[in-house]
Each structure stands twice: as structure tokens, then as C-alpha cells.
Nanobody
Framework: VQLQASGGGLVQAGGSLRLSCVVS????????IAWFRQAPGEERAFVAA????????YYADSVKGRFTISRDNAKNTVSLQMNSLKPEDTAVYYC??????????????????WGHGTLVTVSS
């Protein structure tokens, strides 16, 4: 499974960005696709996740109500719509694929496949 993230950039606080993750390779319909982020000097942190086959979406408390994860099966793409961005959202964002149990969906080690990151910078 290969993942390619894109859509990062520089935005002012209060603005919006939309990240995309194109998924390819062998069958990934059973996988959970997640977004993580890593700010300088910090550990990689969970942002959002969704199962490719459908079901509930999961969000970190820090992004609930501002970020929305969605998938487009026809385009093999999982997107992260980020609204009301804050300077503390500045980080490199990664998409990942794995098959964690629900209670472990926020743990980076549960994801086997990772894409290269895309940098999001939010200026104050």
C-alpha cells in the first residue's frame, strides 16, 4: 500500500486548508486511514481516522468541530478538511494506513503504511 499526501501550505490563522491522501496498491478496503501530525520537537500525534469501508470517524479533541475526514472511493482518496486553523495546528501532516482495533486507532504504532508528510504552517 502506498500513500501520497498533498495539500499543505501557509495559511493565516482562521483560514482553511484541505489535505488529500491518495491510496494505492493492493487491496486496502479493510484498512483504517488516519491522519497524524508532528510539530517540531514533539511526538507524532493523532488527528483523525476513518475506516475505508465506512463507519464512524474519530478525531482528536483538539480538532473536533474544526477538521473533517472524508473519503472518495472513486478517487482512492482520503481528505482532511481543516477549518478555523490555529497557529498550534502548524505541523507536518502524515496519512497512514493500518488495521487497528478501535481503542488503538490513535496510536501511530498501529499503522503499517505511511506516506511522506505535507507541511502545514499557520501564521498568527
Amino acid at each position: 500500500v502506498q500513500l501520497q499526501a498533498s495539500g499543505g501550505g501557509l495559511v493565516q490563522a482562521g483560514g482553511s486548508l484541505r489535505l488529500s491522501c491518495v491510496v494505492s496498491g493492493r487491496s486496502f478496503s479493510s484498512y483504517t486511514i488516519a491522519w497524524f501530525r508532528q510539530a517540531p520537537g514533539e511526538e507524532r500525534a493523532f488527528v483523525a481516522a476513518a475506516r475505508w469501508s465506512g463507519g464512524p470517524h474519530y478525531y482528536a479533541d483538539s480538532v473536533k468541530g474544526r477538521f473533517t475526514i472524508s473519503r472518495d472511493n472513486a478517487k482512492n482518496t482520503v481528505s482532511l478538511q481543516m477549518n478555523s486553523l490555529k497557529p498550534e495546528d502548524t505541523a507536518v501532516y502524515y496519512c497512514a494506513a493500518g488495521n487497528p482495533i478501535t481503542s488503538a486507532a490513535m496510536r501511530p504504532r498501529m499503522y503499517v503504511y505511511w506516506g511522506h508528510g505535507t507541511l502545514v504552517t499557520v501564521s498568527s
